[in-house]
């Protein structure tokens, strides 16, 4: 399976529908608006369980 296609799969799970009715109903530039959505949450859901990965940017940030 491609990451497209795990993408597609994933998508449709959170959202309770089968991939062919995202594919039927969904526009292309709003499947790629969730497809970020969901980048950006998981992103920040991982700096947030990450204190680390946190307080190193902070270190960065004074130059450290």
């Known amino acids: 399976?491609?990451?497209h296609e795990a993408s597609l799969y994933a998508l449709?799970?959170?959202l309770g529908m089968?991939?062919?009715?995202?594919k039927a109903r969904m526009s292309l530039r709003e499947?790629?608006?969730w497809l970020q959505y969901?980048?950006?949450?998981?992103e920040a859901?991982?700096?947030?369980d990450n204190p680390l990965k946190s307080g190193d940017a902070m270190?960065?940030?004074?130059g450290l």
Do not use: P
């Open 31 to 33: 499947y790629h608006g």
């Open 12 to 14: 449709a799970e959170n």
């Open 59 to 62: 270190l960065k940030a004074f």
């Open 45 to 48: 859901r991982q700096e947030a």
């Open 1 to 3: 399976m491609s990451q």
């Open 38 to 42: 969901h980048r950006e949450k998981n």
């Open 18 to 22: 089968l991939v062919s009715d995202i």
